[in-house]
């Protein structure tokens, strides 16, 4: 993609295909708006990767993703939110937009999943211990412990990273028997470090694929919780409270897929996430 979109889209960002359960979100809450979303599938997995990495290929995504119109661009991914969102925030859009602040950018906000995840997750557990299962990279930034505490600081959380269910989800065998075992493995860690977890949070956009096997896997106390409905809701929100950001955002209900990889393989796989075909168009920085 060489030129500017003849609209101002909402940018969606992952490293992969996970970011289209909550772009799929998105747009049931806001169907009129325009979205562009861009896998970084040449350079995922995220989750290993250093803090450095994964800062400075967000940055570029973003980069590019603002350079196509984007006045808003979603981090639909715990890790890049994690591990990138806080400095681009602060310190890379007042050099690339001066005059602006973290708060009160004129014409280009960058926002990520685990704040408005952070917001309300004590909403949903009545014992007030809740799990937590993601990525390592996320695990290890301890992000969410963090943002928790500014929100709900009684909560008790407990977190589980689980290497393996990225890459089963994305090589199709998450509704598969051989995903059982790993999925099990997980859960019995996670609750038997806290017994009376009764919320536990997705936080990775890819394990909203595993929910069949998780809830055929857990106790009828246990809520599993998916980020996409809270994200959604969160920008709603945020457009309501932003209203000259609303008003940069074009409507005219589009949705375009772009990946910096093979675009056959891009658009056979995001059907799984987004749940119809996807035609999609390889971008090179």
Known sequence: MNSLLPYQPIGVFD???GGLTVLRELVGA???YDYLYLGDNARTPYGTRSFETVYDYTLECVTYLFEQGCPLVILACNTASAKALRNIQQLDLPLLYPGATPDALPTRRVL???RPTAETIGQYTQTGHVGILATN???TSESYLVEIAKFFPELIIS???CPMWVPLIENGESGHPGADYFVKQHLDRLLARDPQIDTLLLAC???PLLLPKLRAALPATIRPISQGPIVAQSLVDYLNRHPDLAEQCSRQGTRHFLTTDSPTEFSRQASLFW???VVAEKVVF
């Open 159 to 161: 977190q589980e990273a």
């Open 137 to 139: 990279g996320t695990v």
């Open 30 to 32: 806001l169907p009129d």
């Open 205 to 207: 956009t890819h394990y």
């Open 112 to 114: 990520g999943v685990i």
């Open 15 to 17: 490293s992969g295909y």
């Open 275 to 277: 749940g119809e075909p």
